[in-house]
């Protein structure tokens, strides 16, 4: 089993960056595709980005593309979701996760493991 925790979360400015971070213990890390999702107050959870175990599959939400950047570092068994241009609709809890296979996958779909969440607030 992976064990997941971010960090980096924090209240930032509209149009400010911050770059989140989720460590990865248990399992090989290089062996997960990892996710990036987002929960904001009264909304379900939804998909943020993925990528595939190598970094070779990088899939986006329509409304962070060109904005956001999901990257591994499987060397230090991390994931990092660097967020620019930030909005105050990206205002929401942000959890990584751990699954098989890289995708635009539903909250709902298996996955291995779950980070404990890390808020993100944006000021308009």
């Known amino acids: 089993q992976v064990q997941l925790v971010e960090s980096g979360g924090g209240l930032v400015q509209a149009g400010g960056s911050l770059r989140l971070s989720c460590a990865a213990s248990?399992?090989?890390?290089?062996?997960?595709?990892m996710f990036w999702f987002r929960q904001a107050p009264g909304k379900e959870r939804e998909v943020v980005a993925s990528?595939?175990?190598?970094?070779?599959?990088?899939y986006y939400k329509d409304s962070v593309k060109g904005r956001f950047t999901i990257s591994r570092d499987n060397a230090k068994s991390t994931l990092y979701l660097r967020m620019n241009s930030l909005k105050s609709e990206d205002t929401a809890v942000y959890y990584c996760?751990?699954?098989?296979?890289?995708?635009?996958?539903?909250?709902?779909?298996?996955?291995?493991?779950w980070g404990q969440g890390t808020q993100v607030t944006v000021s308009s």
């Open positions: 996760a751990a699954g098989r296979v890289a995708g635009l996958w539903s909250p709902g779909a298996e996955y291995d493991a």
């Open positions: 990528i595939s175990g190598r970094g070779g599959r990088i």
């Open positions: 248990g399992r090989t890390f290089s062996n997960y595709a």
